[in-house]
């Protein structure tokens, strides 16, 4: 995006807000490199979409608490829409290293259940812009935004395979923790938004959830994954019955003969 003039605001130094977001009758002013200018409206932003949904948060409000001009947000992020990207990319990249690092010491039930709380934690803490991003709020479903919760998620199964030090994790297994993410999502949504469960009944529904698929559903799925050649050949034997009716091929069940 082509970059703009500052607007005057910033040339002679934005306002500096007083603790609590509030600026004072007689704002006093200083010059703040670029980048630090740049971090202050971020930080505003992202509380500010964490506490309201996104259609009641103003790039005026914004403004207003950050202590600067509104141009100035216009200057450094453009839309209220690709700031509001951005603020959901840095919950995306903080959330992602949440978890801990892998700990020989401890079991897998108990790594189950840090990473479980840990995700609680994050998701308590940035409800409102989370479920935001995940129902592309106020703008419909926008597909950048789409893209950054599906990166996301990658992220995060590639985080949960290494803190569950989980040997040579297959396509299956990453299928069923992407799977394990929407319940994740389901969870805490009837905890955050709809009340009907509390944070411990939500915590043990993703503890043992994520166990169950770790150790017995992911196993069970790919001990039933059959050799594409096998497969072939199986159904190869199937036609040649089919159309000759010369009685069971070697190595068919007799109830799954074809008829003449």
């Not at 978890?99 to 840090?114: F, K, N, Q």
């Not at 950054?148 to 297994?173: G, K, Q």
């Not at 955050?192 to 469960?197: A, C, F, I, N, V």
């Amino acid at each position: 995006m082509e970059r703009r003039a500052a607007p005057r605001g910033e040339a002679a130094g934005a306002a500096t807000p007083r603790p609590g977001g509030t600026r004072g009758p007689k704002a006093r002013y200083q010059r703040l490199p670029r980048d630090e200018r740049r971090d202050q409206i971020l930080d505003v932003a992202r509380r500010m979409f964490t506490e309201l949904p996104y259609a009641e948060v103003a790039t005026a409000a914004i403004a207003r608490e950050a202590g600067v001009q509104r141009g100035l947000i216009h200057y450094y992020f453009g839309t209220k829409r690709e700031l509001f990207l951005k603020v959901v990319q840095g919950l995306t990249a903080t959330a992602a290293v949440q978890a801990p690092p892998p700990d020989e010491r401890m079991t897998l039930p108990e790594t189950v259940e840090l990473c479980v709380n840990l995700f609680l934690d994050t998701a308590e803490r940035n409800a409102t812009t989370w479920f935001a991003a995940l129902d592309a709020e106020g703008f419909g479903q926008d597909p950048e935004l789409l893209d950054i919760v599906n990166r996301f998620r990658d992220r995060t199964v590639e985080h949960m395979l290494a803190v569950l030090r989980l040997p040579a994790p297959t396509e299956t297994l990453r299928a069923v923790l992407r799977i394990y993410s929407g319940l994740a999502d389901a969870a805490t949504r009837q905890w955050l938004q709809e009340r009907t469960l509390d944070r411990a009944q939500v915590q043990t529904l993703l503890t043992r959830s994520l166990l169950s698929m770790v150790t017995d559903i992911a196993p069970a799925l790919e001990a039933r994954e059959e050799p594409a050649g096998e497969r072939l050949e199986a159904g190869d034997r199937l036609l040649h019955a089919a159309a000759h009716g010369n009685g069971e091929p070697d190595g068919l069940p007799a109830d799954a003969r074809a008829e003449p």
